[in-house]
């Protein structure tokens, strides 16, 4: 009886995880004595305590290389077949001109993929499971099917694509390939099975192979390095189409799918609820992502170059020419021609609202200047986004071939939807954040397990009622049962 008052008492005064989402990875530590009493020290699950004592005291290196793979997993998608025609297409009409637009694209990549990484660590949800606590059903199921439409209409070129890249290489058929990459699909998703660290780790060495592979070709076409150097520092915009070159080439460097997989994949490290090991992953998650994504970069810029540098040579015969002119894979024109995506606005406003919100994110909230800088470059990129659309739309309406009364009826049907998607993105950017799941962090990092939780807060305790505890200086006086 005793003991069940107590559990009640703990119950009232801790706030149970299941009211706003389901579990995570973020070890919480609890301290009702404010040490463990002699019973527990002798359990064998207290050499737990003696690891996580040890684990603290790793030197910053070895912290960091387990904090290695989310930023390389989320590096590919700067590094898909989408990236890589548009790149080679860049390189071939402007040779090293629109560089710049790389180099700009990835930092602003790295500004929002560290959002998203912060996102993650500092609330132990990802964007999708906080977008669901924090909008109505129906905002959240428009979400959910627009995630869904971007996912499948960015998958869909890239297993193409790829199998483009069987048949160039090795004269396998299209479907084939299709099938063989669906096939690699399944086998990556399976490795998983075995442990995420070990994805991340074939992921790591497939992007150093890509790496080494490009910068081998780059080391023999020997494109000048001054011109390189100034095309990505001085920017310019010359020639005919470099404006929807440059806007293509950093809509391909935008991934809105990303930002969801990145705040979900920071969540597989086990990271102690408090302020020091939260500020520690984020730090450790920005250094792993920037280099990730500097990397990423340099495949990009290679490729570019390579392009650059055989396409406008002197003295190339015809046949090269007209190549490179429609430099794509498999002169596929369809496939990957990514401009900016149309699904952007719907993850990029959440992340930046939720990153900028107490309610969310807590001490751990950006700064007046990350707010600022960030805010200014995702309304930029967003106002871009919706001209582009809504220009290329109205230059295809005005141009087809379609009969004038086919031309007005897709009209009366397109322009109230674009309508409708620009007052979806302000009615996310000025609604106001109403549900609070910031979970205090605790004072100490020791981890307490399973077993001695339970065995300090009594054995009917719901495994369910362990996530999430913070560390309350209310329950130091209440005694443990015996």
């Known amino acids: 009886m005793r003991s069940q008052e107590q559990q009640q008492q703990v119950s009232d005064v801790v706030p149970s995880s299941s009211s706003w989402g389901g579990g995570s990875n973020r070890i919480a530590a609890l301290n009702l004595e404010g040490t463990p009493p002699p019973n527990i020290t002798d359990s064998p699950d207290h050499k737990q305590f003696d690891h996580h004592d040890e684990d603290s005291k790793k030197p910053g290196w070895r912290k960091f290389l387990s904090h290695v793979g989310p930023g390389f997993l989320v590096s590919l998608a700067y590094l898909d077949p989408g990236n890589l025609e548009t790149d080679l297409q860049a390189g071939a009409n402007h040779r090293f001109e629109i560089l710049w637009v790389i180099l700009i694209g990835l930092v602003f990549a790295l500004i929002i993929q560290s959002l998203a990484a912060n996102l993650g660590v500092s609330t132990g949800k990802h964007l999708s499971e906080l977008c669901k606590a924090e909008y109505p059903k129906y905002v959240k199921y428009c979400l959910w099917l627009l995630a869904e439409v971007a996912v499948i209409a960015a998958d869909i070129p890239e297993v193409i694509g790829t ?28 490795l998983q099975r075995y442990g995420v660290r070990k994805l991340e780790l074939l992921i790591t060495i497939l992007v150093f192979v890509m790496a080494a592979c490009f910068f081998g070709e780059m080391g023999y076409v020997k494109p000048p390095a001054v011109a390189v150097l100034k095309g990505m520092f001085i920017p310019k915009l010359s020639g005919q189409g470099a404006t929807g070159d440059a806007i293509a080439l950093f809509g391909a460097l935008v991934m809105p799918h990303n930002l969801f997989l990145h705040s979900a994949l920071v969540l597989s490290r086990k990271i102690p609820n408090s302020v ?188 369910g009622e362990l996530d999430h505890i913070p560390y309350r200086e209310d329950l130091a006086d209440i005694p443990l049962p015996e």
């Open 276 to 463: 020091h090991g939260i500020n520690d992953a984020c730090r450790y998650f920005l250094i792993e992502s920037g280099f990730a994504l500097f990397v990423a970069f340099l495949i990009n810029v290679a490729i570019v170059s390579v392009s650059g540098t055989v396409c406008l040579a002197n003295n190339i015969s015809n046949e090269t020419a007209n190549q490179c002119n429609d430099l794509n894979l498999n002169s596929a024109s369809f496939l990957l021609k990514m401009i900016l995506s149309f699904e952007l606005p719907f993850a990029l406003i959440p992340l930046l609202k939720f990153s900028s919100s107490a309610t969310k994110m807590g001490p751990h909230m950006n700064s007046i200047y990350v707010i600022l800088i960030s805010w200014i470059l995702g309304m930029g990129i967003i106002g871009i986004n919706i001209y582009y659309l809504s220009t290329s739309f109205v230059g295809w309406l005005l141009h087809n071939n379609l009969p004038k009364v086919a031309n007005v009826f897709v009209g009366l049907l397109v322009f109230p939807l674009m309508l409708l998607y620009i007052l979806a993105v302000i009615y996310l950017t000025i609604r106001k954040d109403t549900v609070v799941t910031f979970v205090e962090p605790v004072k100490h990092d020791h981890p307490v397990t399973q077993n001695n939780m339970e065995h300090r807060l009594g054995n009917s305790c719901e495994v």
């Open 163 to 190: 199998a483009f890249a069987l048949n160039i290489l090795f004269h396998i058929t299209i479907w084939t390939g299709v099938l063989i990459t669906g096939l690699s699909t399944l086998l990556f998703l399976g």
